[in-house]
């Protein structure tokens, strides 16, 4: 089977209506058909601190053979802007000196996986001192070690959406705040998410909307790939 991972919600919430959300053991995911396609989504969580184990069951509950990592990211250069899609061709860590390389017929993008939201200019401008990438993340690296250690016949790719660039850190300590926007169906508590957000929230929700969107096209463009070029998607180690 076909899976995909998000990190949060609001970055599947183009796909989530395409699917059924189901239950197996513990582990919540959505199951269904995309482009004649079956596929699973499993949502993991920022940073994948608490839903490790979670995904390990998913992983092996669906016999997952093909893996799409995908979600937002954040550029650490002016090369991009907010809705790029960018193939991924290594993801590395700023915690280790393993790297993951996949193959792809597409241009390649450096990603590296951080501990933690980067909010500040003085953040990216000390990982562009230490490290060589072009978007952050804080997800991939432990997916990829995952599979390396427990599910090395799992073919993968990364393709990630361009969320926020250098010099929008004020906006998207705002764009944490609502979050639970799309996850929320009761208008009062909609109300009062715009209302907390502020004047932000409307550029913000007018942004999010271009990326979910953009999310599920480069998702049904990879499955469209993912039947002409099964050779593309996977990963090896360095």
Not at 25 to 31: D, I
Not at 63 to 91: E, M, W
Not at 175 to 194: D, G, S
Request: a neutral charge.
């Amino acid at each position: 089977m076909l899976g995909i991972t998000c990190a949060l919600y609001d970055e599947a919430v183009e796909l989530i209506p395409l699917l059924k959300r189901q239950k197996t053991g513990s582990v919540y995911h959505y199951t269904g058909m995309i482009e004649n396609t079956e596929v699973s989504l499993f949502l993991t969580g920022p940073g994948l601190k608490k839903n490790k184990n979670k995904l390990q069951n998913w992983l092996h509950q669906h016999q997952i053979t093909t893996l799409l990592q995908t979600g937002y990211c954040g550029a650490l250069n002016h090369r991009y802007q907010p809705g790029d899609v960018c193939q991924i061709g290594k993801v590395s860590s700023i915690e280790s000196t393993e790297e993951f390389k996949m193959t792809s017929p597409d241009e390649n993008h450096d990603l590296l996986t951080v501990g933690h939201p980067i909010f500040t200019m003085e953040e990216r401008d000390d990982i562009l001192l230490k490290h060589k990438a072009d978007l952050i993340d804080m997800e991939a690296w432990h997916i990829c070690n995952l599979l390396k250690n427990h599910f090395s016949d799992v073919k993968t790719s990364v393709i990630k959406i361009v969320g926020d660039v250098p010099g929008e850190e004020l906006l998207m300590e705002h764009e944490v705040k609502m979050r639970a926007y799309f996850k929320e169906f009761r208008f009062l508590y909609r109300i009062q998410i715009a209302v907390k957000t502020g004047w932000p929230f409307f550029e913000l929700y007018k942004r999010k909307r271009m990326l979910q969107k953009s999310l599920k096209s480069a998702v049904i463009k990879f499955i469209h790939n993912y039947h002409e070029h099964p050779e593309y998607h996977e990963h090896k180690r360095k």
